[in-house]
């Protein structure tokens, strides 16, 4: 007899149960591998993405299975408001999705109707087939499908701000998420992600999803930032990326690394020997 299984929690779940602000990080690699040393950092959450790296359903579900069984909710931040990828995407087992680029309740409402089936939304049917389903071994999925799958929508752009209020009053809609850079970029500030407009635009969104009784989250990776949002009533934010980690860690070491041996270069070019053909020592 097959295994019967249950589905993880849902981030939305992790939010409403769990006190205090969630602390994601970004996986951007593509790699399952580093997928999952970031799963066993103690972050609470991870942001898959597919929208600005190079990810793809087979990679995305590599990753979701190197992550699993790891104390941490993963999200997958979809390319793109599609109701095709949305469903692929959902098929493979993501049951946590982040859509980019929604900017009023109208696209708002067509995220929700792409994640539920019929008569509630336009998702296809395809359990027998899929991982979400576990192939039918989770018990009664279509009719639990709902209850296994969160939405948040990202707010981006001068528009979607303007429109937070319904965008948040959009019933299936969980959560909303800040993006700074590309909203910074809508209001003419591009690359500056803490400039006094951009920060207050943010912190508009904070407030209007407390009042809607909603989690909402933003990306912070300067701390200086970061903190203030959180204060500010961010109930979970990004605070690093894989790739950037890796980046800055690896030019540190480089630089730090490279200094000593400049400097005992530098050092040893001053001593020669009698033998060396006027090559220093160090050679």
């Not at 980690?245 to 480089?254: D, F, K, N, P």
Request: aromatic residues 6%; glycine residues 8%.
């Amino acid at each position: 007899m097959s295994f019967r299984l249950e589905p993880e929690r849902t981030f939305r779940d992790a939010l409403a149960q769990e006190p205090g602000a969630k602390i994601g990080l970004w996986v951007c690699s593509g790699s399952p591998l580093v997928a999952e040393i970031m799963a066993g950092s103690g972050a609470d959450w991870l942001l898959i993405d597919t929208e600005h790296s190079p990810n793809s359903l087979e990679s995305v579900l590599a990753q979701l299975q190197a992550v699993h069984g790891y104390p941490v909710v993963p999200v997958v931040r979809l390319p793109w408001n599609d109701v095709v990828l949305i469903k692929q995407y959902l098929d493979l087992g993501a049951q946590n999705l982040l859509i980019p680029m929604v900017n009023d309740a109208e696209q708002a409402r067509a995220a929700v109707a792409a994640v539920r089936y019929p008569p509630h939304g336009v998702r296809g049917v395809g359990s027998a087939l899929a991982r979400a389903a576990r192939w039918n071994r989770i018990p009664d999925y279509l009719a639990r499908a709902n209850q296994t799958i969160s939405l948040t929508v990202q707010i981006e752009t001068t528009e979607a701000v303007a429109n937070v209020e319904e965008i948040l009053a959009v019933d299936g809609v969980d959560a909303i998420f800040v993006g700074p850079s590309d909203l910074a970029a809508s209001m003419g500030h591009l690359g500056e992600q803490e400039h006094p407009e951009v920060i207050s635009a943010v912190e508009r969104c904070l407030a209007a999803a407390r009042t809607a009784g909603k989690p909402a989250g933003v990306n912070a990776f300067v701390e200086a930032t970061a903190r203030p949002y959180l204060d500010a009533g961010a109930r979970f934010v990004l605070v690093g990326a894989d790739v950037a980690i890796l980046a800055r860690s690896s030019e540190q070491l480089a630089e730090r690394f490279g200094t000593v041996t400049a400097r005992r270069t530098a050092d040893d070019g001053g001593r020669r020997t009698a033998d060396d053909g006027g090559r220093p020592a160090s050679y």
